[in-house]
């Protein structure tokens, strides 16, 4: 499985905005989806987005629809999160993900669907 390195995160008011990258390591990403999670403090590791490497054909779940771009740079083997208009729910450790299963659209990717995580970043949305 490839190997996943965050970066980016980190602290903003309400409203603001933040972009997390997440880098292929050891060798460039191939046939994965790379998704996104995210586990706020005593919750539940949720799936946030999603974007096929060889296409960048893009899923996200309907909290995060408009304020959330997903993309990705072939050249730099690498996926960013662009995040806008954060809100205070949106506070939780970001996970970026592999992944070889298919994601039909409409739906959403568990856990149990990831074959290689990140190391996991901070977002931290308040006053």
């Known amino acids: 499985q490839v190997k996943l390195v965050e970066t980016g995160g980190g602290w903003v008011q309400p409203g603001g905005s933040l972009s997390l990258s997440c880098t292929a390591s050891?060798?460039?990403?191939?046939?994965?989806?790379i998704g996104w999670f995210r586990q706020a403090p005593a919750g539940e590791r949720e799936f946030v987005a999603a974007?096929?490497?060889?296409?960048?054909?893009?899923h996200y779940v309907d909290a995060v629809k408009g304020r959330f771009t997903s993309s990705r740079d072939l050249a730099k083997n690498t996926v960013y999160l662009q995040m806008n208009g954060l809100k205070r729910d949106d506070t939780a450790v970001y996970y970026c993900?592999?992944?070889?299963?298919?994601?039909?659209?409409?739906?959403?990717?568990?856990?149990?669907?990831?074959?290689?995580w990140g190391q996991g970043t901070q977002v931290t949305v308040s006053t």
């Open positions: 993900a592999a992944s070889l299963v298919p994601l039909h659209s409409g739906a959403y990717y568990s856990a149990e669907d990831i074959g290689s």
């Open positions: 050891g060798r460039a990403f191939s046939d994965e989806t």
């Open positions: 974007i096929r490497w060889h296409d960048g054909n893009k």
